[in-house]
Nanobody, 125 residues
């Protein structure tokens, strides 16, 4: 069983920055592909970014150049650095772990077995 705990959300003005963290339990964190997803009110959950076991990163088009995902296997933590935030980035952000993927990542949330509780990000205009 893997437990994920997100932190770092909050209220920020448009153009500002936030860094989300996701701390994972377990001794095999380095074997997981990790992803960040978000869900805005009235919308479906959507893929934001992911990082493979080897550290290859993937982003949805709307955040490319603004968000950076990274991982620190020694700390069992994955990060999402969010810069140049826009009001449309407002959502609950979730981290998720995919322990079954040997290579690459999946943008499909059904491929992820473990989820955090979510952290609210609100960007004011």
């Amino acid at each position: 069983q893997v437990q994920l705990v997100e932190s770092g959300g909050g209220l920020v003005q448009a153009g500002g920055s936030l860094r989300l963290s996701c701390a994972a339990s377990g001794r095999t964190f380095s074997n997981y592909a990790m992803g960040w997803f978000r869900q805005a009110p009235g919308k479906e959950r959507e893929f934001v970014a992911a990082i493979s076991r080897r550290g290859t990163t993937y982003y949805t088009d709307s955040v490319k150049g603004r968000f950076t995902i990274s991982r620190d296997n020694a700390k069992n933590t994955v990060y999402l650095q969010m810069n140049s935030l826009k009001p449309e980035d407002t959502a609950v952000y979730y981290c998720a772990a995919d322990p079954n993927r040997l290579r690459g990542i999946s943008p499909n949330d059904r491929e992820y077995d473990y989820w955090g509780q979510g952290t609210q990000v609100t960007v004011s205009s």
